[in-house]
């Protein structure tokens, strides 16, 4: 069982049978009343965003939640498939359980596939990936100065904000929690 005290961002729960993880959380302590928590929860198999209220010190169960590491192959027919490193076994995954996830999907990535109750639900990413930027436009000399960035497309498709300097063809570290561009990477 977790307090609905101990809630930090990425904690998971069950709620009303299913899994979720704690998005975003707020200790609320009202004057006369009782302190209560109000929390923002991501369904980990339907990928719904909810906001519920719990009082403070309430306990919600923990998930049965496993973990299984797996290696991306690849996406045929908006199916996603892993092969499982030990078994050479192979799932696919839909577009609606991998969410912005296969955003940052390389093929041969290895990931951590989240299993409840037996059923494969959702895909944890590394926190940051290296990708290569597909298209964006030149950047011209003096640009810097301000320090603004521009769109950029990455060899997955995902959009991304660069700095000016960055060109087609430079390596990137990105975010995966939060899709921002974080450091140019030496190829």
Same mark, same amino acid.
Request: glycine share 10%.
């Given at each position: ?119 494969? &639900?959702? !895909?944890?990413?590394?926190?940051? *990936?290296?990708?290569?930027?597909? @298209?964006?436009?030149?950047?011209? %000399? =003096? ?22 300097? &960055?060109? !087609?063809?430079?390596?990137?570290? *990105?975010?995966?929690?939060?899709? @921002?561009?974080?450091?140019?990477? %030496? =190829?």
């Amino acid at each position: 069982m977790i307090s609905t005290n101990d809630f930090r961002r990425g904690t998971k729960i069950e709620f009303k049978g299913e899994p979720y993880e704690v998005l975003d959380f707020q200790h609320v302590k009202m004057g006369r009343g009782g302190a209560f928590v109000r929390a923002k929860l991501k369904g980990l198999r339907s990928g719904k965003i909810i906001e519920e209220t719990f009082n403070a010190g309430d306990k919600v169960p923990k998930p049965d939640l496993q973990e299984k590491e797996m290696q991306y192959l690849y996406v045929q027919d908006s199916l996603y498939y892993f092969m499982d490193t030990e078994t050479y076994e192979q799932i696919p995954l839909t577009e609606e359980q991998l969410g912005d996830n296969r955003l940052y999907l390389k093929e041969n990535m290895n990931v951590y596939i989240l299993y409840f109750k037996g059923e494969p &639900i959702a !895909v944890e990413l590394p926190n940051f *990936v290296i990708l290569e930027v597909t @298209e964006t436009e030149p950047g011209f %000399k =003096g640009d810097t100065a301000s320090g603004g960035s521009k769109p950029a497309i990455l060899e997955t498709g995902a959009p991304v904000k660069v700095p000016f300097h &960055i060109n !087609v063809g430079d390596l990137v570290k *990105v975010d995966t929690r939060t899709g @921002e561009y974080i450091e140019r990477v %030496k =190829g």
